[in-house]
């Protein structure tokens, strides 16, 4: 399984930290950037990581800025991503068995770091339901 990681200057400090996390737990990742905290724009990162996830090269897509919101509307736009802004472990263990959400955002302004790295490993580690019902609801978004 690999990881698409990108993010923006806001949510580059976090991104660092996943990284951490991945490594030490063998998860594989693909980093697309941005590489440092210098002021870049969060819709280009939302693209490459959406197209490597849609495209199959990732399984799952990690996008982190500053609210995680600007990260989320991006990534929508994209057909076939269900991108989900996540602060919480609730909400990343049932967007992940209810929407078969396929890329988690993070808002590294208002998410503190370690409570961060378990709303990663959840979403990670958690899959899809597969009942009916929550398949009927996503097709239902994607008509
Ligand atoms: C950047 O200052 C900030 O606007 C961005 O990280 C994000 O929060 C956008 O939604």
């Known amino acids: 399984m690999q990881i698409a990681l990108g993010c923006d200057h806001g949510g580059f400090e976090l991104k660092q930290q996943i990284i951490s996390y991945l490594k030490k737990e063998g998860i594989e990742f693909k980093d697309f950037g941005c590489n440092d905290v210098k002021s870049c724009d969060y819709p280009d990162y939302a693209k ?70 378990k709303i990663v490993d959840t979403f990670i580690h958690t899959d899809f339901s597969n009942d009916e019902r929550h398949i009927r609801r996503i097709g239902l978004i994607e008509e």
């Open 48 to 117: 490459v990581v959406a197209n490597s996830v849609v495209n199959g090269e990732c399984k799952l897509g990690i996008l982190i800025c500053g609210t995680g919101i600007g990260m989320s509307i991006a990534a929508n736009k994209v057909t076939g991503v269900r991108a989900a802004l996540c602060g919480d472990c609730f909400s990343a263990e049932a967007t992940r068995q209810h929407n078969n959400a396929n890329i988690l955002c993070l808002g590294a302004r208002v998410t503190g770091d370690g409570h961060a790295l």
